[in-house]
């Protein structure tokens, strides 16, 4: 039996639960402005307009940058150092945190990632049939549209605001559609970011949008993996910087990947170039490092994931079959298996 | 023309007027500009109420001061180049004791590291009202939302004590400390006339004033800040449920979507 302090996905769930009390509720622990705000552009979705949260998602920073001080100085003709400094500055603290922590932010740290999964548990402990892979042609079809949020919401549609070109309801489009700040503010009792918004027609469509997607995801949620995760502007602007970062995954093709394939089953991502991919690098732009490829691997150091140099968790046969017995356990210990155990019970009796 | 030039700055300062004129306070100058627009490097106007004879400076982010010019108790701020809440700060002492007033404007500029809390927490008075907190960044005194304030003397909580709230649109109410020295209100949503929309209301100014007797000394201490129409106003719940049932439903469809397709393929 494997120990759950052993246990990557244990590991990662302790963490995750840990990050999101600290994200959704900082501001309980180290007050309102913990030094002007713990980051500025901590690149986690932890949202401003959560009353108790003790930081910034790097989105909200960079809409505003587009949005009052880009904008209106492309505008003006006057683009000087001083309008882009406050820009590369926030890209400079993503980048930083970035460095140290790489990809591991969607999987270990970020909030609505961790509120995801814990759908997904609700989801399987009601016994609901799972969707372990979405059909790879989706999978294509769905990765555009993170970059697309990315270039749209985060940059253009701001900048143009700024321009004079769009009204104030394009002024922070992402912020305005974000799940992250419905779901945290429902976290601490506040409804009020569930209303729709009737002072104009912009701002109704975008609130109408914004809880249409809130509901799609609870429902999906239950049943498919990360669903947010796949159209996610962080995930894109992770993606940018991905190669510069100190987490690595990687791996030592061996023929025996081609007819195993347990790596991109495992994945939550859905990322199937793991099991076909020759390269040693396979941390690949949707990639959220949460390590389950690396955990059901069943070969020796086959997969690996590491801090710079150094192993964290390395793809071990041993541990393989207890991570997959484990998860075999786990997956059977839900409502409707008890219900089906009661009445075998009820019917032997 | 020339009794409207002279008669309409008189009759906007009187419309910003507090209801409390009597009462040293600090309020915005009336400005023709849009205050809802992120004017970032501009200054602000405030104007001094009742404030001949009074000393004023202004505290920074980092606890830094800077005397404050004024023209006939107008006064033209300029942003200090720090990001976060400056404290205006107003006292005169004569024979018939002390009065105070405070103000926390914010102005944009570089981070500082230093914590709101720091300034509010940081002795300007004997006789003062903290407030606990100051609404946060990008977040406004709104009605219909509490808001929370202490009142201490020489750094210590003033339990079962008066103070007065006063809002320029008539609305006047006393409250008393509790033993910790707090009190909490709901900002009353006492907008005459509520316009759809945040931009097209304009803020209004509401003034907290104590005043106490300590070792045959006279204080008094106001706090003043702007507060927002309720966005509530124009924002549905009961559609905001609506949509997200119809979300939910959009999820179901594709989740039963699938599933059959899953089992045609079987």
């Known amino acids: 039996m494997l120990p759950h302090w052993k246990n990557l996905s244990v590991i990662r769930k302790v963490v995750q639960l840990a990050c999101f009390i600290f994200l959704v509720y900082g501001s309980v622990i180290i007050g309102f402005y913990a030094a002007d705000k713990l980051s500025r552009a901590l690149p986690t979705l932890a949202c401003a307009y959560d009353a108790k949260t003790a930081d910034y998602c790097v989105l909200i920073p960079l809409q505003h940058q587009m949005d009052h001080r880009v904008g209106p100085a492309i505008k003006a003709g006057q683009v000087t150092l001083a309008i882009l400094i406050p820009v590369l500055t926030t890209l400079g603290t993503f980048l930083i945190l970035f460095v ?45 549209v993170k970059w697309l949020i990315l270039a749209l919401l985060v940059f253009i549609f701001p900048l143009m605001t700024g321009m004079g070109f769009t009204g104030h309801e394009l002024g922070d489009p992402f912020c305005k559609i974000c799940p992250s700040r419905i779901m945290t503010n429902l976290f601490n009792g506040n409804m009020d970011e569930l209303r729709i918004d009737t002072s104009t027609p912009g701002y109704m469509v975008w609130s109408i949008l914004a809880d249409t997607l809130f509901g799609l995801i609870l429902v999906i949620g239950l049943t498919t993996r990360q669903p947010f995760c796949r159209i996610c502007p962080l995930l894109a602007m992770h993606a940018i910087f991905r190669k510069v970062g100190l987490v690595r995954l990687v791996k030592n093709y061996t023929s025996r990947c081609d007819k195993c394939g347990l790596c991109a089953k495992a994945c939550p991502m859905d990322i199937h170039e793991i099991q076909t991919s020759k390269e040693k690098d396979i941390l690949f732009p949707d990639c959220t490092l949460c390590g389950r490829c690396v955990e059901f691997c069943p070969d020796k150091g086959v997969m690996a994931m590491k801090y710079a140099i150094i192993p964290i968790k ?36 | 023309m020339m009794f409207l030039k002279i ?10 007027a507090a209801p409390a004129s009597a009462v040293l306070h600090w309020q915005p100058a009336p400005s023709s500009k849009d205050n809802m627009q992120h004017q970032r490097m501009a200054h602000k106007s405030f104007i001094l109420v009742d404030g001949q004879g009074a000393y004023t400076h202004l505290i920074h982010p980092d606890l830094k001061k800077d005397p404050l010019l004024d023209t006939e108790q107008h006064f033209a701020v300029k942003p200090t180049g720090k990001n976060n809440y400056h404290a205006l700060i107003a006292q005169r002492t004569t024979s018939q004791g002390t009065e105070t007033a405070v103000r926390y404007p914010y102005f944009h500029g570089r981070p500082t590291g230093f914590s709101p809390s720091k300034l509010t927490d940081h002795a300007k008075f004997d006789f ?26 020489k750094g210590k909580p003033l339990a079962k004590q008066s103070i007065q709230v006063t809002t320029s649109q008539g609305t006047a109410f006393d409250l008393k400390t509790d033993s910790k020295g707090m009190l909490s209100f709901i900002i009353p949503d006492d907008f005459s006339e509520v316009k759809v929309g945040q931009r097209k209301n304009p803020k209004i100014e509401f003034l907290l ?30 559609w905001g449920f609506v949509a997200l049932f119809f979300g939910m439903m959009i999820g179901l469809l594709i989740h039963f979507k699938y599933r059959n397709i899953k089992k045609g393929k079987r």
């Open chain 1, 100 to 144: 140290l922590l790489n990809k591991a932010f969607c999987g270990w740290v970020c909030p609505l990632g961790t509120f995801q999964e814990f759908l997904g548990l609700i989801g399987q402990k009601l016994g609901l049939k799972r969707r372990d892979s979405l059909d790879p042609k989706l999978v294509k079809r769905i990765r555009p």
């Open chain 1, 314 to 349: 390395v793809s071990d046969p041993q541990y393989f079959k207890h991570r997959n017995k484990a998860q075999k356990v786990w997956e059977k210990a839900n409502l409707r298996q008890w219900f089906i155990n009661r009445k075998k019970k009820k019917d032997h009796v």
């Open chain 2, 7 to 16: 008669s309409l700055p008189i009759l906007l300062i009187c419309m910003w």
């Open chain 2, 209 to 238: 004033h104590a005043q106490t007797t300590q070792n045959n000394h006279h204080y008094q201490s106001s706090f003043s800040s702007f507060y927002v129409v309720d966005p509530n106003h124009w924002r549905s719940l009961p």
């Open chain 2, 128 to 153: 003062e009202i903290i407030p606990m907190p100051l609404a946060r960044e990008h977040w406004k005194y709104t009605a219909n939302q509490e808001a929370s304030f202490q009142l201490r003397f």
